[in-house]
């Protein structure tokens, strides 16, 4: 049983469920972007939110300007985001395929936490050259051992740059995909 779209202001929180085409908002600063159930969407929010939530979705894009606190990613598959101005925290759980685009200016600052999840990247233009863009692998595998009656955990050596890696020592070369857009305007 499908349910039917659903994008609608309630209180700060925008509620956006079931959504299979492309979707525009407009967000304030205390707006909470709430986006659950949609296939092969896009969504693109304009302004400056609190938070954006994607849960439950697949094949979905989002974009966005600003995220005050957290872009939290949960119970995806095959999804995208890309924050074109500023994020300082991503949280992505229990996601299966998923890519965070973000611009140069985030790269030193955005802090990336993940659990149960597999087969994520983030792209970022390189320093050189911001139309290069350098797509990394996230680990998802990691050797635990114990020194000294500590627990020391490593990322595994698939994640070493000699084996998962290609291009220029640093990563794959890429670029957002064409469905994942570009600053308004540009």
Known sequence: MTKPPRCELVQNKWMVENQTDRLELEVKMNHVVYIVNCVGASVVIKGKAKSVVVDGCKKTTVIFDSCLSTLEVVNCKQCKAQCLINLHVAAIDKTDGFTLYVPRSCVDSVRITTSKSSD??????????????????????????IQKDKLKTEVSDLYSLGVCCKSNGRGMKTSPSSSVGRAPGS
Request: charged share 25%.
């Open 120 to 145: 994520m990247n983030v792209s970022f233009p390189s320093e050189a050259d911001e139309q290069d863009w350098i797509e990394l692998p996230i680990p998802e595998q990691y050797v635990h051992t």
